[in-house]
């Protein structure tokens, strides 16, 4: 007597992709995949799905990271900040992810922890990565390489938190703000740069928003227009 089929097995493939997108929890994921290969193809088909994926929080290597960033062609935000778990997101995992087709409609990227990292993989994964809005890198070692890099490729940048970028030199800066005109938001919290040199930034661009705020008496300043 043949074994009757379970409801959920009869749901169509792209029904079944749709309810598995509303499992956030990776490990989940990993033990739905598991279960037959309808369900792994449907998991892999809701990864394709979704517009943002966040691994903070989790403990994931160059491999799984980009496994999984490789399946989501339409991703728009990705979140792989260290958390306490200890991310080991390396150079190799930023090349590996920087041949994901979805990098080039990236929106937003945080990189905030990575202190495994360099200049070298920062600055292969940003080169493509053109459509970018919002970057966080802070808590890395990366140099004013890196920004010279974000500076070429990234036109329409509109926020940066560089907290605690300490190997980032006031020329960092000013190639960032002169090169991205959509600038709105920098954050320069512990980086080792003078009051003067954000000044210098504000010359450049009035606007600009310097966070955190106490770092500058902004009201007290009498900048001079720039021709």
Request: aromatic fraction near 8%; include cysteine.
């Amino acid at each position: 007597m043949e074994k009757e089929e379970a409801m959920i097995d009869q749901l169509p493939m792209d029904l079944l992709a749709h309810i598995f997108v509303f499992i956030t929890c990776f490990k989940d994921l990993a033990q739905t995949s598991g279960v037959c290969k309808k369900w792994k193809e449907g998991v892999k088909q809701s990864i394709g799905r979704r517009e943002r994926l966040s691994f903070a929080g989790w403990k994931m290597d160059d491999e799984s990271t980009s496994r999984l960033v490789t399946y989501a062609y339409s991703l728009k935000e990705l979140d792989i900040s260290k958390s306490c778990w200890g991310c080991q997101i390396t150079d190799n995992g930023l090349y590996q992810l920087s041949a994901a087709k979805c990098v080039t409609n990236l929106s937003s990227i945080s990189l905030w922890g990575m202190t495994g990292i360099t200049d070298k993989g920062v600055i292969h994964l940003i080169s493509r990565a053109n459509s970018l809005q919002h970057l966080n890198i802070g808590g890395t070692f990366i140099t004013d390489e890196s920004l010279l890099a974000i500076a070429t490729s990234c036109p329409n940048l509109k926020t940066a938190v560089l907290w605690g970028c300490r190997h980032v030199t006031e020329n960092g800066l000013i190639v960032l703000v002169n090169n991205c005109r959509k600038l709105e938001t920098i954050n320069v919290w512990g980086m080792r740069v003078s009051v003067d040199s954000f000044y210098t930034l504000l010359a450049i661009r009035p606007a600009l928003q310097i966070l955190p705020q106490s770092l500058l008496n902004i009201g007290t300043i009498s900048l001079l227009p720039v021709f």
